[in-house]
């Protein structure tokens, strides 16, 4: 296991880890923007392949996935992805990780499970997973400890000892490693929590596709919403800030563009949002 100051500075170790100049990366877009700043930072090259849409739950194209891997040092993978919600199949997890696995010179495969505590899932029950895998966890999520800053990496000692030889000293402050091992030493907190945000997440869904907001089916702690163009997302965004209320917004060049991701809070809070949603009608 390797830790970090959060998910991001794990996710930096793996780029200046895996990803020399003049390299590539896979990107299964939409998902967590970092992965392309962190491939850029190094002189990397992005190789896109669009998931598939709205409809088939923005899961991966695991075929065009697949086709794409002899070109690349490092796969970015993410379940529940962000910002879409939606947690990937396993089976199409296990023929994306089994199909680099048999390359002749096998990429890095990143399964980003910062959401994990909301869908359950995880590529660490497998019995046996390829030595080409890294799983990711924060405290972040499902503790509600983000400012604590600290994410964890789990692989086969060979993918560790690589980034461990470009990790900096003193990347996590002994307060942080107390305050997450204490919380780690809890999961039934985490666990209640998701259990709880399930609940209210169902709720808002259903009360947001009243009010005419399609709202995608998520396994994370928020919900992406398709409001219409993007010139209707920009009024909603703006009549949400207006009201104090900051959603998740994507510029006209994103897949996403006409979406807002929104994130489920409490009863009172979501009450709140519908308020706003329904004077913007």
């Known amino acids: ?63 065009s996935v697949v086709a794409r891997l002899p070109e690349v040092r490092v796969v970015w993978l993410c379940s529940p992805n962000n910002p879409t919600g939606c947690e990937e199949p396993e089976d ?63 692989a086969n000692r060979s993918v560790i000892e690589r980034l461990e030889r470009v990790r900096p000293p003193g990347s996590i402050s002994t307060l942080s490693a107390h305050i997450a091992a204490r919380a780690l030493r809890s999961p039934s907190y985490a666990a209640d929590f998701a259990r709880w945000m399930a609940e209210e997440r169902e709720w808002l ?21 398709s409001i219409g163009d993007h010139e209707a997302a920009e009024r909603a965004t703006d009549g949400l800030l207006r009201a104090g209320i900051v959603p998740r917004t994507f510029g006209p060049a994103n897949p996403l563009r006409g979406h807002l991701r929104l994130t489920v809070r409490s009863r009172p809070e979501n009450e709140r949002l519908l308020e706003v949603v329904r004077s913007l009608r």
């Open 205 to 225: 869904w259903d009360r947001l596709e009243e009010l005419g907001w399609l709202a995608w089916r998520s396994a994370a702690n928020f919900v992406l919403v």
């Open 1 to 63: 296991m390797i830790v970090g100051a959060g998910c991001d500075e794990v996710l930096d170790l793996i780029a200046k880890a895996y990803l020399p100049a003049g390299s590539a990366t896979l990107l299964p877009i939409p998902t967590y923007p970092m992965y392309g700043v962190l491939t850029g930072q190094r002189a990397a090259r992005i190789v896109t392949v669009q998931r598939l849409g709205g409809g088939e739950s923005f899961n991966l194209d695991v075929e």
């Open 92 to 154: 199409n997890l296990r023929a994306v990780i089994e199909a680099a696995a048999a390359l002749p010179d096998p990429p890095l495969v990143v399964v980003d499970e910062a959401y994990h505590e909301f869908a359950g899932s995880t590529v660490l029950d497998w019995p046996s997973r390829p030595d080409n895998v890294i799983a990711l966890r924060t405290v972040s999520k499902a503790f509600g400890l983000a400012g604590v800053r600290f994410g964890w990496g789990v």
